[in-house]
């Protein structure tokens, strides 16, 4: 069966991650890692695997991660408010990611239409 890749802006996980992304591997695989610093020392690992509609996402603190989750079935990842909401089809669930005051993930009803 096919599938449809990622749809995602870069200039919004920049602007949400205040960071340049690192590739993994070379760029036109469209495997890409963010990893940012919030408050608290919190760290947040965002990685994505773009034609394999795959992200994980995982909080790190000091020396242990206290989250981590793959997140399969992706097709599209915006901006959600403060936040930013990883689309999944056949779930009932997104999750989202907010980054004020300090990183956290919840998941929200399923409110992508791509």
Same mark, same amino acid.
């Given at each position: 069966?096919y599938?449809?890749?990622?749809k =995602?802006d870069?200039?919004?996980?920049?602007?949400?991650?205040?960071?340049?992304?690192?590739? +993994?591997?070379?760029?036109?695989?469209?495997?890409?890692?963010?990893?940012?610093?919030? $408050?608290?020392?919190?760290?947040?690992?965002f990685?994505?695997?773009? =034609?394999?509609?795959?992200?994980? +996402?995982?909080? =790190?603190?000091?020396? $242990?991660? %206290?989250?981590?989750?793959? +997140?399969?079935?992706?097709?599209a990842?915006?901006?959600? $408010?403060d936040?930013?909401?990883?689309?999944q089809s $056949?779930? @009932?669930?997104? =999750?989202?990611?907010?980054?004020? @005051?300090?990183?956290? +993930?919840?998941t929200?009803?399923?409110?992508? %239409?791509?």
């Amino acid at each position: 069966m096919y599938k449809h890749h990622i749809k =995602y802006d870069e200039h919004e996980l920049l602007e949400f991650f205040k960071e340049l992304p690192i590739f +993994i591997g070379l760029e036109e695989a469209q495997e890409f890692t963010y990893s940012s610093k919030g $408050g608290n020392d919190v760290r947040i690992i965002f990685s994505a695997s773009v =034609y394999e509609n795959r992200c994980k +996402i995982g909080l =790190y603190l000091h020396e $242990g991660w %206290i989250f981590e989750t793959t +997140i399969e079935n992706v097709n599209a990842i915006r901006t959600h $408010g403060d936040g930013l909401r990883i689309c999944q089809s $056949g779930h @009932p669930n997104d =999750y989202v990611i907010y980054n004020k @005051p300090n990183f956290f +993930i919840v998941t929200t009803d399923n409110e992508c %239409i791509t």
